[in-house]
C-alpha cells in the first residue's frame, strides 16, 4: 500500500519521530511510504513532499495574529500538496498534527471528501475540534462541547496565540463544516482521555481508536550497567557524585508543560538535588542561568539527536513530567525505557502510561506532593530500572505501528467495500 502521512514537521519532536518511526516500520513490511511536512527540511532518505516555504509560513502566522484564522491561510501551497497527492495516487492518507500554520484545512478536507481516500487521523491535542486551543482543560473551559467557542479569554495567550483578533466562533463554525463528513475517516487517540472527549465533540460521527504512541526501544534503553538499570557514569564525574538528578524534557516549554513547578521544586528541594531542563529557548535558558547562578536548575536547549536525549533519561534519578494538560506524552515511555521512573501530574492521559510498579502520579498542581514523590523516588528508590523497562515493553513501535498497518488495511478494505456499494 501507499501510505502519505501530513505533519507538521518529521524527524524532531514527539510526533515527528512518531512520523518516521511509522514511516520506516511501513518501509520494512514492504510498503510504500510518504511524508509531507509543512516546517523543517525532510530527511533525503525519506520519500515526501515539502509543503511551502518560509514566506508562506510567516504570512500564515500574520493571517492568524491579525484575523486570528490558524488552519486557514497557506491556500496556493495546499493546492500544490493537493496536486503531488494526485501524482502519488496514496491508498490511505494518514493525518498528524494539520495545525502549524502551513494547511489551509478547508481545502485539504474538500479534498479528500471528493477524492474518497481512506483517511485515518491521530490527532495528539483538542485543537481540531476547538476554536483556537490546543489544549483547553487546563484552563477550564468546555464551551467546543458546549454548542461552539466564543467570547475566548486566552486566544492572545496561548497556542496558537491570535493576537489581536478572537475569531474563535467563526474558526469552530468552519472546522467543524470541513472535518465532518468525510465517507471513510478513522480517528485515532493515543489516550484514553481523549477518545472520550472526542466523543463528546462535532467529530463524534466518526470511529475512534485507541493506540498508545510507541517508541523506539533499541535506542531508548538501559545500558545495564546497575541495578536501576541506567548509566551512572555522568554522576561519577566530580562533585555531581552526590547529587540527585531530576529531569525535564519539553518541545516547548510553555505554562501548559510546568515549567513553573520545576522552579518552584528548585526552590523547596535540598541542595543535593539538580534538575535539568531539556528544551528551553535560548531567551530561556539566559533567564535560568541568571536567576539559578548556583546550578540548581541546568537549562539545555532543544536536542535532536536522540541518542544524545537517551544518555539525559539514563543520567536522571527521576523524571517529572510536570504538565498541566496533555495527551500521551512519548516522554514519560521514553524515560521508562531507560529505566529511570516517573512522576506525574494526574492531568489528561500523562498517568496512563504509568503503573504503581514505575511511577508516582501526583495530585495536578500540587507541588508539596510533587515533591514528597520525587524525593521518595531518588531517596528510598521504590523502583527498579528493570521494573519500569518491563512497564515500557507495551509501547514497543513495531508492536503499535503493526497495529496503524492493520487499521490502514482495515480502511483500504472498507473503501472497497464502499466501491462495490455504490456500482450497485
Known sequence: MKIVQINTVSGVGSVGRICVDLYDTLQKMGHEPYIAIGRGTLDKRLKGYKIGNVWDFGCHVMKNFFQGKSGFGSAKVTKELIKWLDEVKPHVIHLHNIHGFY????????????????????????????????????????????????????????????????????????????????????????????????????????????????????????????????????????????????????????ERKGLVYFEKLAEVLPENYIIKLVGVDNRQAKQLQKKYKNGKIVPITRTANVGELAQLYREADVYVNATMEDNFPTTNLEALACGTPVVTFATGGSAESLSDMCGYVAEKGNLTALEEKVREVCEQKPFTGQACRARALAFDRNARYKDYIALYQEVAKKQAIFAISDEM
Open 103 to 254: 494547511l489551509q484545512t478547508e481545502l485539504l478536507f474538500a479534498y479528500l471528501k471528493e477524492a474518497d481516500i481512506p483517511v485515518v487521523w491521530t490527532l495528539h491535542d483538542c485543537w481540531p475540534f476547538t476554536g483556537h486551543c490546543a489544549y483547553f482543560d487546563y484552563i477550564g473551559c468546555e464551551k467546543w462541547c458546549q454548542g461552539g467557542c466564543y467570547d475566548c479569554k486566552v486566544h492572545a495567550k496561548v497556542y496558537p496565540y491570535a493576537l489581536f483578533k478572537d475569531n474563535t466562533q467563526w474558526n469552530y463554525r468552519a472546522k467543524r463544516e470541513a472535518y465532518t463528513g468525510v465517507k471513510n475517516l478513522t480517528i485515532v487517540t493515543p489516550s484514553r482521555w481523549l477518545a472520550d472527549i472526542v466523543k463528546k465533540s462535532f467529530l463524534k460521527e466518526y470511529p475512534v481508536r485507541v493506540i498508545p504512541n510507541g517508541i523506539n526501544l533499541e535506542m531508548f534503553c538501559p545500558d545495564g550497567t546497575s541495578e536501576a538499570g541506567k548509566n551512572t557514569e555522568w554522576k561519577q564525574q566530580g562533585k555531581l557524585q552526590q547529587y540527585y538528578i531530576v529531569l525535564g524534557v519539553a518541545n516547548r516549554w510553555e
